[in-house]
C-alpha cells in the first residue's frame, strides 16, 4: 500500500481540554488529500477514552475513512455511512489494507438523518465530523441532501437535530457521541455555527460531558485570509470543538 507504518510514534493520550497537533498522523493509509477530514489523533484520543476493544463505532457522515481506518487499527468494529458514493468508494479503498488484529469494518452509502438499518442501542460509541454548513461542497451540489450544500445556518441545523436524534436513538445508554465542529463568517462577523450544533445535540436529549478545543494548524486557505484579516480587521478563525455528549439513563 506504500504507507510505512501501521501505528503511530509516540502517541500519547490527551489529558486536557486543548488538543494540538501541528502534524497531521500519516499512518497506515491515513492521508490529508480529503478535504475537510479530522486528524487521526482526535480520532484515536476519543476511540481510546470513550470505547474497548470489540466495540462497536458508527460514523455517520465517514468522509475519507478516517474512524474507520483507526477502528481497524485499534480493535474496534466500524460502521460507516456517507450519503456521497465518492467518500465510501474512498474509505474502501483506504481499508484494503492487512492487520492482523482487525475486526469488520463496514461502509455504505446512505443518509444519517435516518439509518434505520441499525437498531435502537445498538452502539457502543458514535463519532464523526460533519460538514460546516457550505464552507466545503463536498459534492459540489449534486446530491440534492448533501449537508454541505446548505448555506443557512439555521437550515443546516434543522438538519443536524435530525442526525442528533437518530445517534440518540442507535446509541447504547451511558454511552458517547462525539462531533468535531467548527464555525465560520458571514460578512465579517462571527457565527458560531458549533454552539449552535452543540444546542441541537441538547435537544436531541444528549448531555454535554466535555467540550475540547482543537487548534488548526496548516489550512490550505490561511495565506489568503491572512491578508483579508489585516485589511478588513477581523481575527483569523484557528480552532475547533470537539464536543462529547452523552447518553444519560438519568438526568444529571
Sequence with gaps: MGFQRLQPEDFELEC?????????????????DYRGNWSPQVVRNLLLRYSNEGDTVLDP???????????KLTGRKGIGIDINPEAIEITKERLNFDYLYSHP????????????????????LILTHPPYADIIKYSEG?????????HSVEDFCNEI???ARECFRVLKPDKYCAILIGDTR?????????????????????????????????CRATGFWKNKSKLYNFLLIMHEHVFVFQKQCKSP
Design 142 to 150: 449534486k446530491i440534492k441532501k448533501d449537508l454541505s450544500n446548505i
Design 186 to 218: 458571514r460578512n465579517k462577523f462571527y457565527i458560531p455555527l458549533a454552539f449552535s450544533v452543540m444546542e441541537r445535540f441538547i435537544n436531541a436529549g444528549f448531555v454535554l460531558k466535555e467540550d475540547i478545543i482543537k487548534v488548526q494548524h496548516n
Design 105 to 124: 469494518q463496514e461502509c455504505f452509502i446512505g443518509d444519517a438523518r435516518n439509518f434505520k438499518m441499525i437498531k435502537d442501542n445498538s452502539i457502543d
Design 16 to 32: 486536557s481540554t486543548v488538543w494540538s497537533f501541528p502534524k497531521r498522523g500519516n499512518w497506515a493509509t491515513h492521508r490529508s
Design 161 to 163: 437535530e435530525l442526525i
Design 61 to 71: 457522515m465517514v468522509g475519507g475513512g478516517t474512524t474507520l481506518i483507526e477502528c
